[in-house]
């Protein structure tokens, strides 16, 4: 989820009675236990591949959370009214477990586990933005603020909600993988691994990548659609010593630890060839290419260039 909606889930968490016998500060240290472990985010401005090493990483495992809580509750401690400490570290540890679970529904991996293992979580049950998501935890909060007699049923009636959407949601995500297996059955593709992501404005729409030892194939499908559509199939290049030496570099090794999907691709550069590396996971939206590696080979033979770049 975005670092806005864990933030205004955590104000909605609040809305839950915990405002009401606590105060305003209970909803402070909701929101902002909520968002905070997005705060390793920031790396991304200032270096793509270390972004992709740390983020999701020691801030959103239960460990790391609650050394989070604790820092945060002493901060909260110190500058509000409420002396309770541990009641404060226990709202803050709340919030940052709202944003732990939160991000194991989508796709990007959480290392929950930290630092213990680096095993990285997905249930694909949610795009990274969902706007049914935002919307309940949207509504619920400027309802339970227009009847604060009510807010507490009514903050708790939109957490059932986003429950239950949720619920719906892991449910079309296994409806999807089942469609998938079907496709795959009748096709006889030998896969040895398939995922379905979600798409924007789920969860009727997915996008399905299978892998085999041979090739990758990928299909976007919706599941009120009926007919079978046709797998993009991308083929592995040749081996060859530009490969090979491309592979050589830390960011490829970055980047094959952290895909699930990967896929790459040679063509000719201005200067000599180009190896590109994506995953397929980060296919929902058309032309856009947010992990996206280059290798830029000279005439010599040699990378002059190698990292992350947008697309």
Known sequence: ??????????????????????????????????????????????????????????????????????????LFYRFSATKQYWRLVGLCYLGILSHIVLDLFTSYGTMIFLPFSGQRIAWDTLFIIDVFVSGIIIGGIVLAYRWPSRSIRVGRTALVLLAGYIFVAAAAHQLALVRLRGQVERQQLPATKLAAFPMPFGPLRWSGVVATDEATYHVIFSLLDRANRSFRVYQPPHQSPVIRRAEEEDVVALFRWFARFPVVTVTQGAVGPVVQYFDLQFTQIEGRQPFLVEVVFGHDGEPHSAGFTRR
Not at 15 to 23: I, L, Y
Not at 33 to 60: C, E, K, N, W
């Open 1 to 74: 989820m975005d670092t806005v909606t864990h933030a205004l889930a955590g104000t909605l968490i609040a809305q839950a009675g915990f405002r009401q016998r606590m105060g305003r500060v209970a909803t402070g240290a909701l929101t902002v236990s909520a968002a905070a472990p997005d705060i390793d985010g920031f790396m991304r401005f200032q270096d793509t591949a270390f972004y992709l090493s740390v983020h999701r990483g020691i801030t959103h495992s239960f460990v790391g959370g609650a050394v989070l809580a604790l820092l945060l509750a002493a």
